[in-house]
């Protein structure tokens, strides 16, 4: 099938499935294993999926200062990324208007330009096509080279711009300008957590990346429900009776939970003003937790001392890198009281991402062998309602 050919969720999915994922989690089968193994799926998904909502692709801090430009790929859409002279995050398409080179390879520091490596063409950080060397040839009565032609008109042959927003470090984008308002998209976030001062939040410079070895979807999954947790992640400790798992109008699935409490003075990190420096209550838990994945891409995990915001950037149907930040309350995201126990937070989110990766590794092989024989998959109506949201989420945005 080419890549090109329009692909459609019913080629995939038949409509008894859909229904059946539809049905109330206790009841519902869940996403065909093709939906994970089959690089068809992926091309689906390519189309239909990742260009038209917000989709994440980096950090700010990628391009802290003027003149930085990063390349990133994801889902076989690649993208420039750079901060123009007016210290603004702008993201065009890497696809030179020439011949489709790649513009950008590498990143790089203190452009002016952003030039072509195959015939030159050369553009600006508004992604302006400023010069088009040599493209007139050799003028046979002066011998001299012209970067003109008539014909050839600059204006019209800038970088394709992609729409872009940021919030909370992260850079989203939009392909096919099609896609509400940024705003009114991540509104439910802020309707969920109306307490936090998310202003407040400070990037600390600490950044982790890691692979998962499987589909995009199965890695998120893995990530919204806590029934894995004795399993897998046993060093997490008990589950206290409080997990949910909600979904937030089109715009995420989270889980929530108040983990039993840490002895107050555990570490000596802020936490957000709302709580009145109020770690553990009477019943012996902590404060909430929420986890939103925001659908389809990037993770933002509030907790009462810190943030973490992660990416994931699928590449193929089996391959998902994932970039992570880590934010803390105020000075305490940078200052030098703070240094190590923001490390320890690091390695804690570290420990519990490399729990996670063999078991995507060994199902993303068992979706390829239950889809030969038929095999569905269930859930807990209690653990894995955001597991099931999300499958729903996804399905709704391949139906539209
Ligand atoms: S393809 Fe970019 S200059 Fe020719
Ligand atoms: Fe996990």
Not at 175 to 201: K, M, N, T, W, Y
Request: net charge negative; with cysteine; glycine share 8%.
């Amino acid at each position: 099938m080419s890549m090109m050919e329009p692909l459609n969720l019913e080629d995939f999915v038949s409509s008894e499935a859909i229904k059946r994922l539809r049905r109330p989690a206790a009841e519902a089968e869940g996403l065909p294993g093709r939906a994970y193994a089959d690089p068809a799926f992926f091309n689906l998904e390519r189309q239909k999926l990742f260009p038209r909502g917000w989709m994440a692709i980096g950090f700010e801090s990628d391009v802290p200062n003027a003149g930085d430009a990063v390349p990133v790929s994801i889902a076989g859409w690649d993208f420039i990324v750079a901060r123009n002279r007016d210290n603004e995050v702008k993201v065009f398409h890497n696809i030179c208007r020439h011949r489709s080179m790649t513009v950008l390879r590498e990143p790089c520091t203190k452009a002016q330009t952003l030039q072509c490596g195959w015939h030159g063409w050369t553009y600006d950080l508004n992604g302006r096509l400023i010069a088009t060397p040599d493209i007139g040839g050799v003028d046979e009565k002066s011998g001299k080279v012209s970067a003109e032609q008539p014909g050839i008109e600059k204006a019209k042959l800038g970088l394709r711009e992609v729409r872009s927003t940021t919030w909370m470090h992260f850079v989203f984008v939009n392909i096919d300008g099609q896609a509400e308002p940024f705003e009114s998209f991540i509104q439910p976030v802020f309707d969920r957590i109306p307490d936090h001062d998310l202003s407040l939040v400070k990037f600390s410079g600490i950044t982790t990346k890691a692979q998962f070895d499987g589909n995009w979807k199965l890695a998120i999954e893995t990530g919204c429900e806590d029934y894995h947790l004795p399993w897998v992640h046993p060093q997490i400790g008990e589950r206290s009776g409080t997990f949910a798992g909600e979904r937030g109008a089109d715009t995420y699935v989270s889980i929530s939970s108040r983990r039993k409490g840490n002895e107050p003075g555990d570490d000596s990190l802020p936490m957000f003003p709302h709580y009145n420096g109020k770690k553990m209550h009477e019943d012996g838990l902590g404060n909430e937790l929420v986890l939103f994945f925001i659908v389809p891409n990037a993770i933002v995990a509030v907790l009462d001392d810190h943030v973490v915001t992660t990416i994931y950037l699928p590449q193929s149907h089996d391959c998902t890198p994932t970039r992570r930040a880590f934010h803390f309350i105020g000075d305490a995201a940078t200052d030098e009281e703070h240094h190590a126990v923001r490390e320890a937070v690091r390695d804690g989110w570290v420990t519990v991402g490399e729990q996670d990766f063999p078991m995507v590794r060994e199902v993303q092989t068992k979706h390829a062998q239950r889809d030969e024989l038929g095999m569905p998959t269930r859930f807990s109506a209690y653990w894995e309602s955001a597991v099931h949201h999300f499958q729903n989420i996804v399905v709704d945005r391949l139906s539209a």
